[in-house]
């Protein structure tokens, strides 16, 4: 879960159940950490499984996206690590295989130009969702992805990263967007993508991304996804970003657990990229 506000504070647990409205609760993934790595997988599992049901807005957005709840990622029932990763790293990641072809996606890049998952055949593209600011948890998911990209090499000049704005309030192009500014990973192939709300809106609920937006302080939260996918087009596998949220709202987490959680993208990448 990511979220922004000009006064941040940490989520109450009554605006944390009302902002994820689905059949499982989701977990504090910051307290799960404090308590230590589980010795299953349930924990994460709950957090995977709570795909959120209704994009919530205030003013003119509510009444532009109301009742456009987004769709269900189509995730297995069960974690099954794929094979790259093992099934260790991928509990730790909340790893989950993911089969068909990925959601359309098209949008305009950082520099005003038209960008189409369609047009990446060839490539392996990860697709991951976060504020045009980095004031969510971007910056660990920045972090991941730049130590993912330097631990595939050369490799990675096949891999596209493209990060989708899901900032409702901040949608039009910025020519030098702050979350490319110091945090993007290393590579000319890392795109920041943005479009008008009725465009970037169904890419949102094809990709189960929710945002809920709080009018008494301005915040904006929703939850964080990653998704892979081949060459082909096709979506392989979809995991969980996670940070322990601080007092202010900044999200962090710790250099060892970027480290391994990068280590597993490296692994997915490289075995897509065979």
Request: hydrophobic share 40%; charged share 15%.
């Amino acid at each position: 879960m990511s979220s922004q506000s000009s006064n941040r504070q940490p989520l109450s647990e009554q605006q944390r159940r009302e902002a994820f409205i689905a059949p499982r609760s989701p977990v504090d993934r910051a307290a799960a950490l404090r308590e230590g790595p589980p010795p299953t997988p349930t924990k994460f599992l709950a957090f995977a499984a709570a795909v959120l049901a209704v994009v919530v807005l205030s003013g003119v957005l509510v009444e532009r996206v109301a009742g456009n709840a987004p769709s269900t990622p189509r995730a297995s029932s069960t974690l099954a690590s794929p094979q790259a990763v093992g099934r260790s790293l991928a509990r730790f990641m909340t790893l989950t295989p993911r089969h068909g072809r990925a959601p359309a996606l098209t949008l305009v890049n950082q520099h005003g130009a038209t960008w189409s998952l369609a047009a990446q055949r060839g490539r392996v593209v990860i697709v991951g969702f976060v504020n045009q600011s980095c004031n969510d948890l971007c910056p660990v998911i920045t972090a991941e992805l730049r130590r993912a990209r330097q631990l595939v090499g050369v490799d990675s000049r096949r891999l596209t990263v493209a990060l989708v704005n899901t900032d409702p309030h901040h949608l039009g192009l910025e020519a030098a967007p702050p979350v490319l500014a110091d945090n993007a990973p290393t590579g000319t192939s890392t795109v920041f993508l943005t479009g008008p709300l009725a465009q970037i809106n169904p890419i949102w609920r094809r990709y189960g991304i929710s945002i809920h937006y709080y009018p008494q302080d301005g915040r904006l939260v929703h939850n964080d996804l990653l998704y892979f996918i081949n060459p082909a087009g096709d979506e392989t596998a979809l995991t969980v970003p996670f940070g322990n949220e601080s007092a202010s709202g900044v999200y962090r987490l710790g250099a060892t657990d970027i480290a391994r959680f990068a280590r597993g993208i490296a692994l997915e990448v490289e075995s897509l990229l065979r």
